[in-house]
């Protein structure tokens, strides 16, 4: 019996058509075969790759580093809200007839709108320039350098 008939009476392949009526619809896939291990016919060079560092940390000193790295991480996704509150208020100052509503005029609800748009327009520069600043503190290379140096400090 050959290395394929084996293997596939070991993997349950059975080319009998009992069972339901659909197995004469399905094939058994082709199965690559090999004569023995020294001449391999499909593979053509073999890499290893088995050297790695082994980094020893306190479970308090990761969670604090996990901890700022998360708070690095969140400053990142900041500037969603200011862009879309800015957003929101210019296209309500453009489309808008303000009309008397709730004790105040229709000018006054213009500029309350026009001052929420200044103020999220700052919002989202301040926010910007946090994003900047922490562009590089929210990598994973930082976070292995600064799990690797934990001890140091």
């Not at 349950?12 to 399905?26: A, E, L, P, Q, Y």
């Not at 296209?91 to 103020?119: E, M, P, Q, R």
Request: include cysteine; hydrophobic fraction near 35%.
């Amino acid at each position: 019996m050959t290395k394929t008939k084996r293997n596939q009476k070991s993997k349950g392949f059975n080319n009998n058509n009992t069972g339901n009526n659909n197995s004469s619809k399905v094939r058994p896939l082709p199965t690559s075969t090999y004569t023995d291990d020294s001449s391999r016919e499909f593979v053509d060079q073999t890499y290893h790759n088995k050297k790695t560092n082994l980094i020893e940390i306190t479970q308090d000193k990761l969670e604090n580093i996990l901890m700022k790295h998360l708070s690095n991480l969140e400053i990142k996704g900041s500037w969603v809200a200011p862009l879309t509150t800015s957003i929101t208020c210019f296209l309500a100052i453009i489309t808008s007839d303000f009309k008397d509503a709730l004790l105040l005029n229709g000018d006054t609800w213009k500029a309350v709108f026009i001052v929420l748009g200044i103020f999220s327009i700052g919002w989202l520069i301040i926010n910007t320039t946090k994003i900047y600043k922490c562009r590089k503190r929210t990598t994973v290379d930082f976070l292995i350098e600064t799990i690797k140096n934990a001890h140091q400090s």
